[in-house]
T-cell receptor
């Protein structure tokens, strides 16, 4: 079992719709959770982080964390073609400071 | 630009040659990380510095890999006797430390070993 799991996709949504990206993690000691966006050929760009159960909103993005279910999600409202990218979920364990990444979900927003 | 910078952005080398990459972190960040990413995968942790001390190394980091951060500012990653399997994007990230430990990535160095 991978430590951080994501559906590789592609997830295809029409422009203006809500895109829902999901991530599960195996280590209950994980402390902080991150969503990075990565365009093809570019490096990861941090878009959200969350470390308390519940929802955190930033503009069109909402991160959701459920530690009991070991589940993190990212909602993108009013999806735009420019949101088309790979979204990487990452966690930091309590014992160390390295990020452990999932394999990423490719999102395609169709005009 | 006050972000993380990496040099070179691209490197093509022949198998068996040595290569060195440089990373300059965000100026106030005392933590610096190296990751490697291959096509279709998420980045994998290689090593981590707090100031000039190398605090952790992944088991992925073979003896051919060495990293330094001599004055707690920029860092170098050297790969000796490169192999085709070393072809990847090498990413550097920095962090100021403290919860939530968010890390910011540089543009990466794409290595191709022929």
């Amino acid at each position: 079992q991978k430590e951080v799991e994501q559906n590789s996709g592609p997830l295809s949504v029409p422009e203006g719709a809500i895109a829902s990206l999901n991530c599960t993690y195996s280590d209950r000691g994980s402390q902080s959770f991150f969503w990075y966006r990565q365009y093809s050929g570019k490096s990861p760009e941090l878009i959200m982080f969350i470390y308390s159960n519940g929802d955190k909103e930033d503009g069109r993005f909402t991160a959701q964390l459920n530690k009991a279910s070991q589940y993190v999600s990212l909602l993108i409202r009013d999806s735009q073609p420019s949101d088309s990218a790979t979204y990487l979920c990452a966690v930091i364990k309590w014992a160390g400071n390295m990020l452990t990444f999932g394999g990423g979900t490719r999102l395609m927003v169709k005009p | 630009d006050t972000g993380v910078s990496q040099d070179p952005r691209h490197k093509i080398t022949k198998r068996g040659q040595n290569v060195t990459f440089r990373c300059d972190p965000i100026s106030e960040h005392n933590r610096l990380y190296w990751y490697r990413q291959t096509l279709g995968q998420g980045p994998e942790f290689l090593t981590y510095f707090q100031n000039e001390a190398q605090l952790e190394k992944s088991r992925l980091l073979s003896d051919r890999f060495s990293a330094e951060r001599p004055k707690g500012s920029f860092s170098t990653l050297e790969i000796q006797r490169t192999e085709q399997g070393d072809s990847a994007m090498y990413l550097c990230a920095s962090s100021s430390g403290g919860m939530p430990y968010e890390q910011y990535f540089g543009p990466g160095t794409r290595l191709t070993v022929t």
